[in-house]
């Protein structure tokens, strides 16, 4: 039954990366989400039901538009892989229980903001205030409000000041913007769900996957230096992994000594 119910949680998430994409992709255009058939970017044709089964259209039609051949962006396979991805490992890791949907709001969060900052280099405040609120209500439900709200503020602290400091303190050097407001109150976000010490690491994967990235994205670039690099989805990267192993890894680490 825990596999079969896997299996319909990772169906649903690549739907809700699909939907993702498509909703921040309109917004970014000034367009509803909400009214509208999908059309094929390049020739504007409307897509059929067929065309809109997450991964699978995408592959069977190998990545091309069925109308006119114009190359699908790889995005669109990405997003719907990396959200049912976070809909099976959270309730893997967490299993079906208040604890698992907890940790799946949070990822849903965290793949609307990477979308987002990829597509249109801001962090919604939007999905930080839900982040913050889901959080609120979880915890007035734990049945240990006052510890939660201790463990949640310090969390949130913990890492997101430190960083903010850090950053001022290197901008007011070097003249230049070191990080986004909207990286900072993600780490504020986040760190609520989780202790200081998950928070650190998930800032060291966060650093290690956007390094990656910068080098991957940038390489042979004239300009790369000047070219604005979003840091949220490596933060979000960071966050998650932190969330799935973190604790174990951790506990690793503490037994060396």
């Known amino acids: 039954m825990k596999l079969y119910f896997l299996v319909l949680s990772g169906i649903l998430g690549l ?38 089964i997450p991964v699978f259209s995408y592959l069977f039609q190998k990545g091309r538009c069925r109308s006119c051949g114009a190359k699908i962006p790889a995005s669109c396979l990405w997003a719907e892989l990396c959200s049912g991805a976070v809909f099976v490992s959270a309730f ?11 940790l799946l709001i949070l990822g849903i969060l965290l793949l609307w903001i990477s979308v987002s900052d990829a597509v249109t280099m801001e962090i919604p405040n939007a999905a930080i205030l839900a982040g913050i609120a889901a959080r609120l209500a979880f915890i007035f439900f734990s049945g240990s409000i006052l510890r939660e709200l201790a463990s949640a503020a310090i ?24 990080m986004g407001g909207g990286d900072i109150k993600l780490l504020f976000m986040a760190g609520m769900y989780f202790a200081w010490q998950l928070n650190l690491m998930a800032v060291i994967f966060a650093c290690i996957y956007g390094i990656a990235a910068a080098m991957i994205l940038n390489h042979g670039k004239q300009d790369a230096r000047n070219r604005p690099f979003p840091f949220g989805p490596a933060i979000a990267a960071g966050v998650w992994t932190a969330a799935l192993v973190g604790a174990p890894l951790l506990d690793w680490y503490v037994g060396l000594f």
């Open 15 to 52: 739907c809700v990366g699909s939907f993702l994409l498509c909703a921040v992709s309109r917004r970014a255009e000034g367009r509803s989400f909400l009214k509208g058939r999908s059309r094929c970017d390049a020739c504007g044709h409307e897509l059929a039901a067929r065309e809109l």
């Open 92 to 102: 893997a890791v967490r299993g079906f229980t208040l604890d698992g949907l907890q």
């Open 155 to 178: 969390g949130a602290v913990s890492i997101s000041v430190p960083v903010l400091l850090i950053a001022l303190a290197y901008e007011k050097r070097k003249k230049v913007e070191a």
